[in-house]
């Protein structure tokens, strides 16, 4: 079954260090994937996606993800996090479900906290 | 500015009501969906729509319903079918099929009392 894992519940960072969250994905064909990210009592915005070409994908505020295949892993990075970025990132994959329509399904999330 | 709204906010309700979340979208997009989201979880998807008049079951459909007389609102209604209904729920959206990108309205927090 398709499925998305965020190994990490919690991850800590002092401002301007650099961050990687993981993102492992399983699913049979060539996957769409997705980093979103949510603040506090917010909706999901999203920050990058790949489906295909480039396996270094840019986003928003600065954000990167790299799709690697031989390891079914999506990692989103950035070189120099700031205060604003804490809050959590969901990774998603496209599962096509038929008729041309796709569901997401999501992982679990991981939720960043920024030190001063 | 084109985008999906949500309404309430907040939202009580009490165990054996039926209670209506709005989500309307300005973006001309053709398909919608509804999302629950749990502390600790990721999002599951509760109902899909591809085109007016049209509505499919996502994966934890028991409990809730849904319309799609207008292509720019999906109101989900929570009943009290639903055993656990206390929840943030997520309406998104998408161009329609083939599109893959949703965009993701600003979420209605559930509270059963």
């Known amino acids: 079954a398709q499925s998305v894992t965020q190994p990490d519940i919690h991850i800590t960072v002092s401002e301007g260090a650099s961050l990687e969250l993981r993102c492992n994905y399983s699913y049979g064909a060539t996957p769409y994937l997705f980093w979103y990210v949510q603040s506090p009592g917010q909706g999901l915005q999203l920050l990058l996606k790949?489906?295909?070409?480039?396996?270094l994908v840019q986003g928003i505020k600065g954000f990167e993800a790299e799709f690697k295949r031989s390891q079914s892993s999506f990692n989103l990075r950035k070189p120099s996090v700031h205060w604003s970025d804490a809050a959590e990132y969901f990774c998603a994959v496209a599962h096509f479900w038929g008729d041309s329509s796709y569901k997401l399904i999501f992982g679990s999330g991981t939720r960043l906290l920024v030190r001063p | 500015d084109g985008g999906i709204t949500q309404s309430p906010k907040y939202l009580f309700r009490k165990e054996g009501q039926n209670v209506t979340l709005s989500c309307e979208q300005n973006?001309?997009?053709?398909?919608m969906y509804w999302y629950r989201q749990d502390p600790g979880q990721g999002l599951r998807l509760i109902y899909y729509s591809q085109i007016v008049n049209d509505f499919q079951k996502g994966d934890i459909a028991e409990g809730y319903s849904v319309s799609r007389e207008k292509k720019e609102s999906f109101p989900l209604t929570v009943t009290s079918a639903q055993k656990n209904p206390t929840a943030f729920y997520l309406c998104?959206?998408?161009?329609?099929?083939?599109?893959?990108?949703?965009?993701f309205g600003p979420g209605t927090r559930l509270t059963v009392l």
């Open positions: 998104a959206s998408s161009a329609g099929r083939g599109a893959v990108t949703q965009y």
């Open positions: 973006l001309n997009h053709d398909a």
């Open positions: 790949y489906f295909s070409g480039d396996t």
